[in-house]
T-cell receptor
Framework: AQSVTQLDSHVSVSEGTPVLLRCNYSSSYSPSLFWYVQHPNKGLQLLLKYTSAATLVKGINGFEAEFKKSETSFHLTKPSAHMSDAAEYFCVVSPTGTASKLTFGTGTRLQVTL | DAGVTQSPTHLIKTRGQQVTLRCSPKSGHDTVSWYQQALGQGPQFIFQYYEEEERQRGNFPDRFSGHQFPNYSSELNVNALLLGDSALYLC??????????????FGPGTRLTVL
């Protein structure tokens, strides 16, 4: 069984300040972990993925995440928020290997203010 | 490469009716998965098709069924629609083997409204 818990349903930051979106996972086997972003009225876009290689993963648009097995966490960070980062972010877990179902968290809505 | 495409974009049905949604996978992908995203929630896995067979299924009733064609495109059918079936239905494609672990590419979705 696998699951993810996104610890904040809503995060608000000022433009230019750091972003931290928190995610804890549970998996009975070696997981792959992903962060997806969903802008209003648009599809899901992959930000970054962890697949048992480097624990610090860099993604698109300046986002990165660190896989911490001891803490079962995969938090998403960005040094400086931009207005265009405002969106819904989903932490996702899946068994490592061939195609398998994705299990999504409930999402974190990121608001960026001036 | 057009990526994953879905049709229609929006659909309005009444309770009890049946609906068919369509998906064309990204070029080179042979596996299609379907997800339901209710308003304000994360997507929930419905089922996955590979080699024209259902390979995995989530916790959805038999009213939800699917099909995959030889060209890898797929359909999602929902019978006896309920108000609670109103949601964004997302299609995702991936390679069954040989690609990045489970990286799925999503289409823009079909917004289904049941009245």
């Amino acid at each position: 069984a696998q699951s993810v818990t996104q610890l904040d349903s809503h995060v608000s930051v000022s433009e230019g300040t750091p972003v931290l979106l928190r995610c804890n996972y549970s998996s009975s086997y070696s997981p792959s972990l992903f962060w997806y972003v969903q802008h209003p009225n648009k599809g899901l876009q992959l930000l970054l993925k962890y697949t048992s290689a480097a624990t610090l993963v860099k993604g698109i648009n300046g986002f990165e995440a660190e896989f911490k097995k001891s803490e079962t966490s995969f938090h998403l960070t960005k040094p400086s928020a931009h207005m265009s980062d405002a969106a819904e972010y989903f932490c996702v877990v899946s068994p490592t290997g061939t195609a398998s179902k994705l299990t999504f968290g409930t999402g974190t809505r990121l608001q960026v203010t001036l | 490469d057009a990526g994953v495409t879905q049709s229609p974009t929006h659909l309005i049905k009444t309770r009890g009716q049946q609906v068919t949604l369509r998906c064309s996978p990204k070029s080179g992908h042979d596996t299609v998965s379907w997800y339901q995203q209710a308003l304000g929630q994360g997507p929930q896995f419905i089922f996955q098709y590979y080699e024209e067979e259902e390979r995995q299924r989530g916790n959805f009733p038999d009213r939800f069924s699917g099909h995959q064609f030889p060209n890898y495109s797929s359909e999602l059918n929902v019978n006896a629609l309920l108000l609670g079936d109103s949601a964004l239905y997302l299609c995702a494609s991936s390679p069954w083997a040989g690609g990045p672990a489970n990286e799925q590419f999503f289409g823009p979705g079909t917004r289904l409204t049941v009245l």
